[in-house]
């Protein structure tokens, strides 16, 4: 439920070369820093295509953080249907900073909480630890408990936010490229 992703399978009527051509006519070719810099996304998709794999996400002119990289395989016999499977994630440096960023959130959060429940916490923490806050009393302020809960809250919502909208535009490209059908529905909009 942290990291949003989607994993289906596509039926498409084109051969698998027909498919792979499709697909590399409507995606542009990755930019550079420069030309990043220059001119905005427009709201193609960018990326790459090589015998039949693909990886590819949004152009976009506006900062998603949780933007979807799609990549998947384009299979097939000689003839129609191809079957297309497609992974949809967050990008790996997001996912390591997010991680990092929940735990110690969800961990103060967990400190200041058990703080309000029980008072003696703080003293028995300081104390066992040897620091002043053994000479703390009483419990945090109730903004102190809700600040850190809210973080988390916010933390785990905000990739889902800025997913799914995405994850759909990137299957209806899809769809649209390929002249194709879901084959089930998403293995999931799942978390990983």
């Not at 297309?84 to 996912?95: D, E, Q, S, Y």
């Amino acid at each position: 439920m942290i990291f949003p992703s989607r994993r289906f399978i596509m039926s498409s009527e084109l051969y698998p070369a027909q498919a792979e051509e499709a697909l590399r006519a409507r995606l542009q070719p990755k930019r550079d820093w420069k030309s990043m810099i220059m001119r905005p996304g427009g709201g193609g998709f960018t990326g790459t295509l090589s015998n039949g794999h693909f990886r590819f996400y949004r152009d976009i002119n506006y900062q998603n953080s949780f933007l979807p990289v799609v990549e998947g395989e384009i299979r097939g016999g000689e003839g129609p249907p191809s079957r297309i499977h497609v992974r949809m994630g967050t990008n790996l440096g997001v996912r390591v900073f997010l991680s990092f960023w929940l735990f110690f959130v969800g961990l103060a959060g967990a400190g200041v909480l058990a703080a309000y429940v029980d008072p003696s916490f703080v003293q028995k923490m300081g104390s066992r630890m040897g620091s002043g806050a053994a000479h703390h009393a009483g419990p945090p302020p109730l903004p102190a408990v809700i600040v850190p809960l809210v973080m988390l809250v916010f933390g785990l919502a905000l990739p889902q936010i800025g997913f799914r909208g995405e994850a759909r535009r990137a299957t209806e490209f899809l769809k649209e490229v390929f002249g194709a059908q879901i084959e089930a529905e998403p293995v999931a909009d799942r978390a990983i």
